[in-house]
DNA sequence: CTAGATGCAAATCGTTTGCACCAAT
DNA sequence: ATTGGTGCAAACGATTTGCATCTAG
């Protein structure tokens, strides 16, 4: 984990911006929360805990910052506020899509691809250049979906 | 066209509400601008047209009803504002699925449903039961992308 | 020293709400 | 008359920005 704080830190570095403490506090708390989804506000209250003089400006300004050099990536679930993760970039375009359940707002993360096949059809079809997608998937999960429900 | 109107006033009326003057011009405005994706502003906008009197909160209100009764359809393409298609529910889930324009920011919409073995791979894989589904693709489209220009 | 980084408060922007008035049953 | 519909302005919540200060190279 040590190495990706370095490997941003490099990366901001060759474009003139530092890696001050408190971005590093704004990266870990994206770090140590791979699988949730914060939002800027949620990042700055985990930030506070260590940086107690932390702004929330700040924060903002520092996702953004991460989110132009695509380190983290910001979503929307519907709910008014953006939320950030960790973005892997595995170098063909983000492959996250989301589970997210409309009775209890829980988000799962599909990690896995599924959309190789439509990419190329959209390609062909619409003559149209893939660089990213998002799938939000809206249902209810297994815990609020019992068995012998139905909806 | 008129058609669609009666249907609505329908929906609405056997659920104690009124099809007035301003709802039907914002209505109006939907259905003659299917193919775009109108923010709430810009409704308010092409309603004032034909009724110079009307309020933005009326605007407001009124797609928050028709979003109620699925007759339209509220998405985001990450600009900060909410978008409104008339919505077709075909009965099994929403399927409108929009190729963005990273360059342009033309959006392209896509009708055909191609997510429908995903849908069952989900289902199983994750005990999860789909209700909707939401899918982006960012690119570029053909005007922005020439055929000698690589990105 | 100089430019970027930061905190704070004010500003912004899309959206919502309170309230008084209007319209239709 | 009663209930829902509407305009206006104020309120709101997330995010951004102006500015003075701080800090690292």
Same mark, same amino acid.
């Given at each position: 984990?040590?190495? @990706? #704080?370095?490997?941003?830190?490099?990366?901001?570095? $060759?474009?003139?911006?530092?890696?001050?403490? /408190?971005?590093?506090? @704004?990266?870990?708390?994206?770090?140590?929360?791979?699988?949730?989804?914060?939002?800027?506000?949620?990042?700055?209250?985990?930030?506070?805990?260590?940086?107690?003089?932390?702004?929330?400006?700040? @924060?903002?300004?520092?996702?953004?910052?991460?989110?132009?050099?695509?380190?983290? !990536?910001?979503?929307?679930?519907? *709910?008014?506020?953006?939320?950030?993760?960790?973005?892997?970039?595995?170098? *063909?375009?983000?492959? !996250?899509?989301?589970?997210?359940? @409309?009775?209890?707002?829980?988000?799962?993360?599909?990690?896995?691809?599924?959309?190789? *096949?439509?990419?190329?059809?959209?390609?062909?079809?619409?003559?149209?250049?893939? $660089?990213?997608?998002?799938?939000? #998937?809206?249902?209810?999960? $297994?815990?609020?979906?019992? /068995?012998? /429900?139905?909806?």
């Amino acid at each position: 984990m040590r190495g @990706v #704080i370095g490997e941003v830190e490099e990366k901001l570095r $060759s474009n003139e911006y530092k890696m001050t403490p /408190k971005r590093e506090y @704004v990266l870990r708390v994206l770090l140590e929360n791979k699988d949730k989804h914060l939002s800027a506000e949620e990042v700055y209250n985990l930030v506070k805990i260590k940086a107690p003089d932390v702004g929330l400006a700040t @924060v903002y300004r520092t996702l953004e910052l991460f989110s132009s050099f695509d380190i983290i !990536h910001s979503m929307d679930f519907g *709910d008014g506020r953006k939320r950030y993760e960790f973005g892997v970039d595995n170098g *063909d375009g983000h492959r !996250h899509h989301h589970l997210i359940c @409309v009775q209890c707002g829980k988000i799962i993360e599909m990690n896995e691809d599924l959309l190789e *096949d439509l990419e190329e059809r959209v390609n062909r079809t619409y003559n149209f250049t893939i $660089s990213d997608h998002e799938l939000k #998937i809206f249902g209810r999960c $297994s815990e609020c979906m019992p /068995k012998n /429900k139905k909806e």
